[in-house]
């Protein structure tokens, strides 16, 4: 009688028990080497934008506007510009003028952060405007809201600081405007005199007094929407 042999259950467990094993080596082998390896390129890149777009909340604001900055002069050279002051508030709706505020939050605007500097010679105002939106591509919307002729409305709105030299620098006096965009950052700029008047009587206009704004912004700008390489290691990263 040609019947098969059965195998014996010992021999059977014995192959159940190595088959598994063996799979149980692959997961862990997968699992470990999942662990263990670096980042990718492209989680690198995410962990990169990721700090970039984080900076206006986790970075100082002494660090997002400094004490001064340097400029070209007009009549040439270098000089700095000081800052008067920084705003504790960051209010999309308050920081903008009306126009420009259904354009900012339809971007996600994030918050706005506000710094005024004066130049070397104390005779011009200028305030800075750090807006943070949801991503590069609302921030390039969002541009569109504000003139990229010089025109300072609809623009920022200027920040003034009772008991300075700043204290007159309202709407009325602002004469020239600025927007730049970059990564999910727009950062705009109003200038206008020390002396407080408003822009319809200043007379001739003369917008080379006002062109180190741009200057100023773009400063500003780099320095926050540049890259750093991530430390996976740190804290402060998330790769």
């Not at 949801?134 to 390039?140: F, G, H, K, P, Q």
Request: charged share 20%; aromatic share 6%; hydrophobic share 40%.
């Amino acid at each position: 009688m040609n019947s098969a042999r059965p195998w014996p259950t010992l021999v059977v467990a014995s192959a159940l028990t190595l088959i598994c094993a063996v799979a149980a080596g692959v997961a862990g082998s997968a699992a470990g080497t999942e662990l263990t390896r670096g980042p990718t390129a492209a989680e690198l890149r995410a962990a990169a934008e990721r700090e970039v777009a984080g900076r206006w909340r986790t970075w100082p604001t002494g660090r997002i506007f400094p004490a001064t900055l340097p400029y070209s002069a007009e009549q040439g050279g270098r000089e700095r510009a000081s800052r008067i002051g920084i705003s504790p508030h960051t209010s999309c709706g308050d920081s903008v003028d009306t126009k420009a505020v259904k354009a900012l939050r339809r971007a996600g605007c994030q918050g706005v952060l506000r710094a005024t500097y004066i130049d070397a010679l104390r005779g011009v105002l200028v305030t800075v405007g750090v807006v943070a939106l949801r991503d590069e591509l609302a921030a390039v919307r969002a541009k569109s809201a504000f003139p990229g002729t010089g025109k300072p409305a609809p623009g920022l709105r200027p920040l003034a600081f009772r008991g300075t030299l700043s204290d007159r620098f309202t709407p009325a006096v602002r004469q020239s405007g600025s927007v730049r965009q970059a990564g999910p950052y727009l950062v705009l700029t109003t200038a206008g005199q020390v002396d407080g008047r408003p822009a319809k009587s200043a007379g001739e206009q003369r917008p080379a007094i006002f062109a180190f704004a741009t200057e100023l912004a773009e400063r500003v700008l780099t320095e926050l929407s540049t890259p750093s390489i991530p430390d996976c290691g740190s804290q402060e990263w998330r790769c």
